[in-house]
């Protein structure tokens, strides 16, 4: 949203609410009641607008999208209200609020139109996130994605790697290449009727020079192919970290979840990228509490997460998110029993991810400097992916942003590592 008003309307991004001509609230609904949050936030934002009529508010993301014009009904002073596939049209939007003196809602699925009028991604340091596609057209019983994001849409081949190799020419060193499914990419080449699919995607972005870290976020079980098991052998810049979200350890469970894979068919794909790949680093999420889930099939998942030995894990309550399948199931689990089995499984995980780092204190990696102050650095391993993991802290050592610097490891916690450099 930033980087449209910037390129448009030449907007400049403050941090002070009571100085901004334009507000926004980018909303999500994955879990939880989002709208709640949503309407308090906006209260205190009318607040500022009492003092200053001018004050434009707009709503944005999964909430907006959701909810449309019963945003302007509940809260009459929002401007704007646009979903994730019209937030490029923003600009236009805030203008014909000017024009006509009244809210503007569009929530449409314009598709492709978003990926060709967004501009390139500004970047301050060395990574840069890019869209390869947007959608789900999984519908997982317990989600709400492929209702408020639509269906899968890829971003043609050409425009994804012409984006990446400008980022590179700014200075960009890693690429996270962002989608809801990103192995369900089906990118079109050029005026062909061929169709990149996202392990081509791969050897080609790692053939981009300047590039040399490439991650990406979120795959799904059931398209990691064969093709994409061997891009691990092939493209060494593919980061030895990888969030595979499997959400829970019993097959009766993710049959109810409508997750299309088993236990089993899960572990063996973590198998076959460990032999290739003995140190890669491996995340995942989990819902606990799904409907109907039993003491024993809570067990199973427990059992699952001692034997997948994960080195980072992200769990969540089941939460009845308006529109899910789910919801109709019967035997919803009691919140307090859903308090207890996240806690249980969370404790059994830190047990985990403790040991796995403190296996690296005592080792040398190369890890990627995120940010500098006057005590030291915090640094990226190519474990650690950004915003999301942990992190490598480094003491008192001259360094720069974006620079990728050999530390030795010399104490770690159940999240983060500590180290010192040994070469630059
Ligand atoms: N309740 C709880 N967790 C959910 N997630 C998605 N939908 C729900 C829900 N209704 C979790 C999944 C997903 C992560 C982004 O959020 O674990 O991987
Ligand atoms: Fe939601 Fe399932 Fe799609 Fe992931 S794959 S976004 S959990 S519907």
């Known amino acids: 949203m930033a980087d449209v008003l910037r390129a448009c309307e030449g907007m400049e991004q403050t941090d002070k609410p009571e100085e901004a001509d334009v507000i926004l609230f980018n909303t999500c609904s994955i879990r939880e009641k989002a709208e709640d949050k949503v309407f308090s ?6 607040l500022l607008k009492q ?4 004050l434009l508010i707009g709503v ?14 509940r809260a009459p002073y929002v401007d704007v209200v646009f979903g994730p596939q019209t937030l490029h049209r923003l600009p236009e939007l805030l203008a014909r609020r000017e024009r006509q003196s009244r809210p503007q809602v569009d929530i449409s699925f314009p598709e492709i ?18 869209s390869i596609m947007e959608g789900c057209s999984k519908y997982c019983s317990y989600c709400v994605v492929p209702y408020t994001r639509g269906d899968e849409v890829s971003r043609p081949f050409e425009d994804v790697l012409v984006e990446i190799a400008g980022l590179a020419d700014q200075g960009v060193r890693e690429v996270n290449l962002l989608g809801q499914n990103v192995n369900a990419y089906r990118g079109k080449m050029g005026d062909t009727a061929e169709i990149a699919d996202f392990a081509l995607l791969l050897e080609y972005v790692a053939d981009i020079p300047g590039i040399e870290r490439i991650r990406y976020t979120t795959s799904h079980p059931n398209e990691f192919t064969p093709r994409l098991i061997e891009a691990y052998v092939k493209i060494p810049k593919l980061v ?20 299309g894979y088993t236990a089993m068919e899960y572990k063996s794909t973590v198998r076959k990228l460990r032999a290739i790949r003995p140190d890669l680093a491996m995340s995942s999420d989990f819902i606990v509490g799904f409907p109907g889930e039993t003491e024993e099939e809570f067990e199973e998942l427990l059992d699952f997460i001692e034997v997948a030995q994960l080195d980072r894990v992200g769990a969540f309550k089941y939460s009845p ?45 190369t890890v990627l400097v995120d940010d500098v102050d006057e005590e030291g650095a ?30 030795k490891i010399t104490d770690s916690d159940e999240h983060d590592l500590w180290g010192e450099v040994v070469r630059k």
């Open 240 to 259: 030895n970290h990888l969030h595979l979200p499997v959400q829970h350890g019993s097959d009766r469970i993710l049959m109810a979840m409508k997750r």
């Open 41 to 46: 936030d906006l209260g205190r934002a009318r």
């Open 378 to 407: 915090v640094a990226r391993s190519a474990a650690d992916a950004p915003e999301i993991d942990g992190l490598v802290y480094i003491n008192g050592a001259d360094l720069e942003v974006g620079e990728f610097v050999t530390v």
């Open 51 to 54: 003092a200053r009529p001018d």
């Open 113 to 130: 139109e978003k990926f060709d009028h967004l501009p390139p991604a500004r970047v301050d340091g060395c990574s840069a996130f890019v």
């Open 321 to 365: 998110v308006e529109g899910a399948a789910a919801n109709a199931l019967p035997d919803h689990v009691d919140p307090h029993e859903q308090e207890d089995r996240l806690a249980r499984l969370m404790y059994l995980q830190e047990e985990i991810s403790a040991e796995k780092l403190a296996k690296k204190v005592g080792k040398t990696m």
């Open 60 to 73: 944005g993301g999964c909430v907006a999208s959701q909810e449309g014009e019963a945003i302007v009904k």
